[in-house]
């Protein structure tokens, strides 16, 4: 398995004779056979700005830079794939930031390419190339002209076109998860939020706000379009919103009105699940589905990488057994980090969270970050470090009963909340 490096100009280049190498964190590790699989389609290669690639000679052992104008490379995955080592790498220049997104380790072996990752969900529906371009255009086209009024589609049509979106434009293709952004603020301060930073943070925001307050008609209006079959889902809380949960009256108002009209498909959250009275009442509203996102079931690391305003660990928790309790199918958002997830206290700590609240899904999530910054954050390794398939390995085995997948799911028909009417 060979060393793959990027020139200047970002031509992609296979060494002759140096291993390729993986990052555990900020440890240089060397890759094992069964953590490799081939690049997957919709995968991409990018190289990796101001870093040094680093090989191994499989003669000495000796694991060294790779000299001269070159840059590491590593592989973005897509949806349904979760990474499981970090591009070997060190940075030639320490205060530059990665852009936000999630690098895989990748070599060349057998005349492909292969990363480090596995497939845990089933790819087909979050694949770009089932999103016909222009389809998306004339639908956006005809949602916007037929509700001129509504900002939310207006909003909506950028997410689509502009940010290539599959949530967004599965709103105008009127298939599987839809999007109904509500909230222009948060109450956390996620590092690395890809919609608003603080103007120190050193990162660029990949998406821009929403900064309006929708009404409940516009709301309404695309719920209403989109919930037509038994398995569509319209989701609160997107990328380029702040935490949902915050507009809980719009919420709850929309969902009632809603659900008055039609008891089709299913209605999710997508949350940090901090305001456990809000979050009561949107699930009294007649909530179908709920997704929590968390980085950690440690108070110190989720501190630190959320920074919640008002809320704690323990009101996630609280949400969640509550949400459980009344029938609402749970899961959670788990932004995962090799290094980092795969420490023994952090999947310790995560299987008794699942355990205690009935977690139904963990939706493992490649977490977007420039790695130095994020591991300068957050605490240091208490015990030993696992390696990602072994952690989910001992996750599948802990909890037998819980379903390991990449994003929401429509739940057994055993499972399915019965919808609230009237």
Known sequence: MYLVYADEQGQVYDHPSLYGLARSADMIV??????????????TLVGLPSTRPIGMDPSTGEMKPLPGNVQAVGALLPQGYTR?????????DKDYKLPLFGYSAVVWKDGQFYVTARMSDDPEKWNPLNCDPLELKSQVKSYVSRYPEN???EHLSNCALGYECLTASNTFLNRWEGAVPVSYSCNAGCFGCISEQPDDSGFVSPQTRMNFRPRVEELVEIMMEH?????????????????????????????????????MGYININTNAGLSDHIRGIVDAGLDLMRVSTISALDGHYNAYYKPRGYTLANVEKSLRYAAQQGVYTSINYLI??????????????????RRTDVKL???????????????????????????KQAIEIFQHELPEVVIGSYTHVPPAELARVKVRG
Do not use: H, W
Not at 379 to 384: L, N, R, S
């Open 30 to 43: 060397e890759i094992m056979e069964d953590e490799l699989i081939p690049l997957p389609e919709g995968a």
């Open 84 to 92: 499981l080592c970090l591009p070997g790498y060190v940075k030639t």
């Open 151 to 153: 900002r939310l589609y």
């Open 227 to 263: 919930l037509t079959t038994p398995d569509s889902i319209i989701s609160f809380g997107q990328g380029c919103e702040g935490e949902p949960s915050t507009q809980a009256k719009l919420i709850i108002d929309s969902i009632r009105e809603v659900r008055r009209q039609t008891d």
């Open 337 to 354: 980090f090799p290094g980092v997830t795969d420490r023994e206290e952090e999947v310790e700590a995560m299987v008794e969270f699942i």
């Open 362 to 388: 963990i939706q493992l999530r490649n977490l977007n970050i420039d790695p130095e910054s994020y591991l300068e954050l957050i605490p240091k390794a208490e015990g030993e470090i696992l390696g990602m």
